[in-house]
């Protein structure tokens, strides 16, 4: 569904990512890991077009995007959770999350989702109307991917969602993305915590400083000892 | 007396309002103080006017004619001069917006000279009497006219979605472009009704005054409403402008009259004072 096919990018004169290939098959959760610093959030501003590649490409539903602008890849339908969440903070709940719906045209189908977000997340029902900046972390992040979701995404990236959130909400939201994607939702999920990321992700990729060094299914990697190592912190035994 | 003195100064004050709005609003949407807002004001209500009388078009024609050509007007200035920037220092949108203003000044003096003219009352009629006060029809209709461009703008804000994209486009750039919020539409759109409140202003208020080209000296006092108000908050701005205006309207009688013209700084600076991030302004986090 979404290619990156040898991708470089990179800021003035710091390299962001280096050849990068990344596949992603449709109603598939990937996931890519890696250190602060290593390309992660890159990839994906790649993706969404905020970045400019320099070299590679990029395919999305067979369809070369390479050159699209932000507005059409969201008209694909590539919705991106930013890193940090970035909800607007003077608007209220409820507008945030017609925001998420702003190219859409389809008054009544945007009602019903909101309905829907308010099913998924009861909190965000209570809190409406009130002004975003006042949630909590976790209610933010709630907000955040439900924003994204009311642009009916086609493919939904998530940049480390589980950011600065207590383990309880974080488990929370994983087992919410889990159910999106049984839902039948395609995910790209950064993240830096691994241990939770591989075991929800079918496929995965490690980043390191702006290349691919390992990929595998979920499962594998986590029984692979390079990634017990140095992104589990489970030190070898013996 | 002092009654018709404070509706005297509800007028003045909407129209310092309905400039120190539009500044705030270019301020948050393209991070620009437009030095040059009075000078759109100026040429705008000039458009008006030749409109009006020298070409004797119908009243509503010549306003609408006038608020086209400054919606035109804050278009092309943000995309021939904001646009590129804005993604530079201040310093650059300052001098940028004082070239506009300069420009626009200069091309308003070849057009319609540096003569005054007197622009036709659209409120005209007898003084409405309320007790032993006087009141000009003109003041009324100017206020009313006021809070219906206030209210409609703060309507286009809030319920409609392009209003709140651009409010959201305010609050987080590189979240509204993931949106799908085609960013320089609405920098765009923000600069063409920025014209527009500046245009309306400009035509509130000529009637009460002689129209000339240097008109646009009244970007520092909507600049001086604006900061009264809390920098940034546009009730604050409008608070600050009819503060202002009825100020501006009811001391003079007290003093001389060589005083009149520090009346607003004098304003500006006992309210900093007081609270120095202006009325509704709220507390500065310094970002490190
Ligand atoms: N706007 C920018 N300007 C310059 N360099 C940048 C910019 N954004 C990122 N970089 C650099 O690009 C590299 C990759 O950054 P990126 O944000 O993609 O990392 P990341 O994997 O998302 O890290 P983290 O886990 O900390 O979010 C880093 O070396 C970073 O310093
Ligand atoms: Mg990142």
């Known amino acids: ?238 | 007396m002092i009654f018709s003195l404070i509706v005297d100064g509800l007028a003045v004050g909407s129209v310092y309002a309905l400039v120190a709005v539009g500044l705030v609003m270019l301020v948050k949407s393209t991070g620009a103080l437009n030095f040059a807002h009075g000078d759109f004001m100026m040429i705008s209500t000039f458009v008006a006017y030749s409109l009006l009388v020298q070409l004797e078009l119908p009243f509503w024609v010549a306003i609408v004619g006038a608020l086209a050509f400054a919606a035109v007007l804050g278009m092309v200035a943000e995309r021939l001069v904001i646009r590129k920037l804005m993604t530079g220092p201040m310093s650059g949108i300052i001098m940028g917006t004082l070239g506009m203003a300069y420009i626009l000044q200069g091309i308003a003096k070849i057009v319609w000279t540096d003569d005054i003219f007197k622009f036709p009352e659209f409120f005209p009629g007898d003084f409405v009497k309320i007790g032993s006060a006087s009141i000009s029809p003109q003041s009324i209709g100017v206020i009313i006219s006021a809070i219906i461009i206030i209210t409609c703008l703060y309507l286009f804000l809030n319920l409609t979605k392009v209003g709140t994209g651009l409010r959201a486009l305010t609050q987080n750039k590189t979240a509204a472009t993931l949106m799908g919020i085609k960013v320089t539409k609405v920098y765009s759109l923000s600069w063409a009704l920025g014209g527009i409140l500046a245009a309306f202003a400009g035509i509130l208020l000529a009637p009460a005054l002689y129209l000339s080209t240097g008109m646009g000296g009244i970007t520092f006092t909507g600049i001086i409403a604006a900061i009264i108000g809390g920098f940034g908050n546009m009730f604050g701005a409008i608070i600050g402008g009819y503060l202002l205006g009825i100020l501006s309207s009811v001391i003079p009688v007290y003093i001389p009259t060589e005083l009149q013209g520090i009346i607003p700084f004098v304003l500006l600076m006992l309210v900093l004072f007081i609270k120095p991030t202006g009325i509704l302004g709220k507390k500065m986090v310094k970002k490190v």
């Open chain 1, 1 to 238: 569904m979404l290619k990156l096919n040898n991708i470089t990018c990179s800021y003035g004169k710091v390299l962001a990512l280096d050849d990068v290939s990344i596949h992603v098959e449709k109603g598939a959760l990937v996931s890519i890991l890696g250190a602060n610093g290593a390309g992660k959030s890159s990839c994906l501003k790649a993706i969404s077009r905020l970045l400019k590649l320099q070299a590679g490409q990029l395919l999305f539903q067979g369809n070369d995007i390479t050159k699209s602008t932000p507005e059409q890849a969201v008209h694909n339908g590539i919705i991106q959770v930013p890193e940090g969440r970035m909800i607007f903070p003077d608007l209220t709940v409820t507008e945030n999350l017609t925001m998420g719906a702003y190219c859409r045209k389809d008054k009544k189908e945007i009602q019903n989702d909101l309905e829907k977000m308010n099913s998924y997340f009861p909190i965000l029902k209570d809190r409406r109307r009130q002004i975003a900046s006042t949630l909590s972390g976790g209610e933010q992040q709630m907000l955040a991917i439900a924003r994204g979701l009311m642009a009916r995404p086609k493919i939904l990236l998530l940049d480390e969602p589980s950011l600065g959130l207590a383990p309880v909400i974080v488990e929370d939201i994983f087992s919410f993305l889990l159910e999106l994607k049984q839902a039948g939702t395609t995910i790209l999920l950064v993240e830096q915590n691994a241990f939770m990321a591989l075991q929800i992700a079918d496929y995965a990729y490690v980043l390191e400083t702006g290349k691919v060094t390992l990929e595998g299914q979920g499962k594998e990697l986590l029984e692979n000892e390079r990634v017990r190592e140095s992104y589990l912190g489970i030190k070898k035994s013996k």
